[in-house]
């Protein structure tokens, strides 16, 4: 999505990060008397270029979902249904509950799996947690495009399928399976300056042949 201001009425725009992913494209949020109505990606933003993928363009939609939670719900037994509380309560009753079933039945019977989109911070802080009970810390959820990578480079943590290196633009040959960069718009690394579709196109221009076999 290539756009540089949006056609609805708005009075003010606010620059910010798009949270959908850990890519970190840079978004425009455009705004009416306080209410989100548009994002475009950010022309200035050296990430993304204002290029963004599809759950990029409607990151927005979920702020107003009318089944967004607002505050948290709590039950107490699975054949009940759930109704709002305060944060201290269900802060507290989670707590105790873990407490619970680790005095029964040992530190071993928590674990704790995180999401690789978290950020440096909180990977700290769920490092933290599982040390705080006791609990088996399983490691981050890895994409597959990652899995994939580590597999046929084996590099730990280098999404190099969605992330394509410089090497791509001195290869003799590039042949790209199961997504072309230039349909798919903006898949970036964190603090990257150039977008897969920018590689792929400067491959191309150094002569290099390019082929896409999508799915």
Not at 15 to 36: E, H, M
Not at 71 to 78: D, G, K, L
């Amino acid at each position: 999505m290539l756009a540089s201001d949006s056609r609805r009425p708005y009075d003010q725009v606010i620059r910010t990060a798009c949270g959908a992913c850990p890519a970190g494209c840079g978004v425009k949020f455009y705004v009416k008397d306080g209410r989100v109505v548009d994002l475009l990606g950010d022309e200035t933003h050296p990430v993304n270029r204002s290029a963004l993928c599809a759950k990029g363009s409607a990151f927005f939609q979920h702020f107003y979902h009318p089944a967004r939670l607002l505050q948290p719900v709590m039950r107490h037994a699975p054949d009940q249904d759930f109704s709002p509380c305060g944060w201290d309560e269900a802060l507290n009753f989670a707590a105790s509950r873990l407490k619970d079933v680790i005095k029964v039945h040992g530190p071993s019977s928590v674990a704790v799996l995180a999401s690789d989109g978290l950020d440096v911070g909180n990977r700290i802080g769920v490092a933290r947690f599982s040390a705080h009970f006791g609990a088996q810390l399983l490691g981050q959820i890895q994409s597959s495009p990652d899995e994939v990578a580590a597999a046929m480079f084996g590099v730990e943590a280098a999404p190099f399928l969605t992330v394509p290196p410089d090497e791509w633009t001195r290869t003799g040959c590039l042949l790209l399976i199961g997504g072309d960069p230039a349909v798919a718009a903006a898949w970036p690394c964190p603090g990257s300056t150039c977008r897969a579709s920018d590689r792929r196109s400067r491959a191309r221009s150094s002569g290099s042949p390019c082929s896409c076999s999508g799915p």
